[in-house]
Every structure is written in C-alpha cells, then in structure tokens.
C-alpha cells in the first residue's frame, strides 16, 4: 500500500546538496553570484498527487541541528524546498555539516521519510557554461517560434550516478521545462513555441556530483545526496520587426550632419527602404530647404554600406549589387522629386545610421526616414 501512497505525492525525485551557484551574462567564464554559496533540497511532486508539508533535518555535525520547514516552491509545479544562502563556502560547511540527512514529508495520501547522505566535499570540477554564442546585453537571445538548441561544457569528471539538471523559468519564476539528464548530456533541445515572444525566462544549468543515490526509501522515487555547481543565464526573446523612423533637420557643413538611427530586431532580415528628402518640405512650409540631399547607410561598425545622391540613378556599391530603380517604383514610396535619394536593402538584425549630406555641401533643412517593405 505504501508504495501506492509514495506514487502519488511525491515525484520521481528528491534532493539535498550543497550548492555553488554562478550567473553566466555572455560567451565568457560564469561569475560566482551573491550569496552564492547554498544547502538546497527539494522534493518533486507526482503528477495528480499533492505535497502538503515536510521537513529536513541536518545531521549532528554543523551549527543548524534541528528540523528546517520545506516551503511550497513558486513554480507551479507543486513541489516542496528548503534552501539557505551564504557568502562563503567555510559559512555553508559551518551550518550544514557532512552526514546522514533525515526527511520527512506529508502528502495528501500519506507520510513518506527517507535518508540523504551529503559528505566528501567534492564539488564537480567544471561550471556549467553555455556555449551558445549569441548573447545580448546579458541574456541569450532565443527565437520562440523556433526549436532552439542549448549547448554547455562537458561535465568532465562525472560518475555513473551524476547528473545535469536543466530547467525553465518565466519572470513569475513559474516552471517552464524541466529535464534530468545524463551527465554525458552537452546539450537540450527547447521545442519551438516553448516560450513566448518578448519575455524573459531564466535557464538553471546544474551539475550534480551524486555521493548517495536512494532508491528504496520512496517507492518509485529516487533521492540523490551530493554537491552541486549551478549556473543561470537569462533568456531573451526580443520582438520581431522594425518601427518606421522619420527625422528631420538642418544639415550643415562638416560634422553637422542629419542621421537617423535604424534597429532591426529579432532573428530575421528585413527589406527596408531608406529616404532622404528635400525639396518636397517646400510643399509644407518649410523655408531653406536642402535642394539635393545625399543619403549614405552605415552598419553597426561604422562602415560605408551603401549610397545614393538620386534615386532614379543607382549606385552600385556594397550590399546594392543591382540596379534598385524599378524595385523603387513598384515598392510606393518612391519619392516625388528626383534630387531625392533612396536605397533598398535587406538589413539583417542589428543596428545601422542613415545619414543625409548636403551635395557638393550645400545646407538647408532635409528629413531621413525608412520604412519596412514586405520581405
């Protein structure tokens, strides 16, 4: 009968380890985070079954000596944790002694106890590190509407009963995925449509070096005791597109120019159509106007990519490999006085600065704008 009971509260795994915890922000080595150093242990949930309370009790060998309250987890998934944070490693050891680990938990169907074994000290020898090369402004970009595969280290000096755990959060710290995976494992697959445009998740990469593997204590359930090195990284999953921009201003001489700055977001190229305007303002009032705006496009480098001084003559020159005349034409936005400038291009995620010039240096007041074409 009991073995019926643990099947239904309490899930295919337990843990209790000591923990390193580290924050990984780009392609660089992971950095040890606050209160980076941590005693941890969770009891998962059976699917249909339900964890009410429980506690763990360390063993006779550090400071904390009387039973800590698991708490509900915030993830949605049911779960129970206990978990303390310190500044250093001589602190854990301090608190949470080497030795036997006693747990007690209650479920709706049942009481389940079982022993975890942390001792020996001996941390993997690797961080989980990502390896993924596309970062941004601290957080690995994912496309959502795509399978997206994340790669990491290999858990080097691994045992038989090590493990790497590899999980999902949202910004709600709500569960969104999570594997227990081989320790031969260098990468998960994230099936598309998995997360959601324009949220942030959190991955929780760990590699747990397994001193006491229990698999008789809970019935269908397995515990591991050990030492763990952690890593998290943010996840990205910036919107698709690009915003229409218009600017307008004065162009001078020398560095007082009229730019536009352009961001195309996301994972994929977009067809855009940039123009530099002049002589059309006069219809609208405007006085001094420049009668022969040249428009120069530059990528993220600074680098000249592409030019034009009238649009209905076509510059050949950097990413504009053939005549663009037609394209303009067809595309309705060609502009109406044919001192104008205008460029098509496929522009593919990143930055890049429109910049309009006075021909042979002449002043007067233009305006920059590009617009998004169907692809």
């Known amino acids: ?20 915890k580290y924050n990984q922000t780009d392609t660089s080595i992971p950095v040890l985070g606050n209160n980076g150093y941590r005693f941890t242990s969770r009891i998962s ?4 079954g339900t964890l009410n309370t429980g506690t763990i009790t360390p063993p006779n060998t550090g400071s904390v000596k009387t039973a800590q309250a698991y708490t509900p987890t915030d993830d949605g998934t049911g779960s129970l944790q206990f ?8 602190a854990l050891n301090g608190a949470f002694g080497d ?37 941004s402004n601290g ?46 494992a260098t990468s998960q697959v994230i099936p598309a ?18 001193n006491n593997l229990n698999t008789t204590s809970i019935p269908s359930s397995t515990g591991y005791g050990g030492y763990a090195t952690t890593t998290n990284i943010n996840i990205s999953t910036p919107v698709e597109g690009f915003l229409n921009i218009s600017t307008r201003g004065k162009v001078g001489t020398g560095e007082a ?13 977009h067809r855009v159509i940039i123009r530099a305007r002049g002589p059309v303002l006069s219809q609208f009032g405007v006085q001094n106007v420049l009668a022969d705006p040249t428009l120069e496009l530059h990528d993220n480098t600074g680098a000249l990519i592409a030019k034009n001084d009238d649009w209905q003559t076509t510059e050949i020159f950097g990413i504009i490999t053939a005549d663009q005349v037609s394209e303009i034409q067809n595309s309705g936005l060609a502009p109406t006085d044919p001192s104008e400038s205008a460029i098509i291009a496929t522009l ?21 704008e590009a617009f998004q074409l169907e692809n």
Request: glycine share 10%; charged share 10%.
């Open 139 to 184: 957080a690995l970009l994912v496309d959502p509407r795509k399978a997206f595969n994340v790669t990491w280290n290999s858990f080097a000096d691994h045992g038989a009963n090590d493990a790497i755990v590899f999980s999902i959060s949202d910004a709600n710290k709500q569960n969104v995925m999570l594997q227990i995976l081989a320790p031969t």
């Open 1 to 20: 009968m009991s073995a019926v009971l643990a099947a239904n509260d309490v899930g295919t795994f337990y843990v209790a380890f000591k923990e390193q």
């Open 257 to 269: 120019i009229l730019d536009g700055g352009i961001i195309i977001t996301g994972f994929d190229a």
């Open 45 to 48: 949930a059976a699917a249909g």
């Open 83 to 90: 978990q303390q944070k310190f500044t250093t490693l001589s």
């Open 193 to 210: 449509n998995t997360l959601q445009p324009l949220k942030g998740y959190t991955i929780n990469l760990i590699f747990l070096k397994v």
């Open 348 to 368: 593919s995620p990143g930055g890049y600065t429109a910049i309009v010039v006075g021909k042979n240096g002449a002043t007067g007041v233009a305006l920059v």
């Open 99 to 135: 030795g036997s680990y006693s747990l007690q938990i209650a479920g709706a169907n049942g009481n389940y106890n079982s022993q975890l074994t942390v001792s020996g000290g001996t941390y993997p020898g690797e961080i989980p590190q990502v390896s993924n090369m596309n970062f």
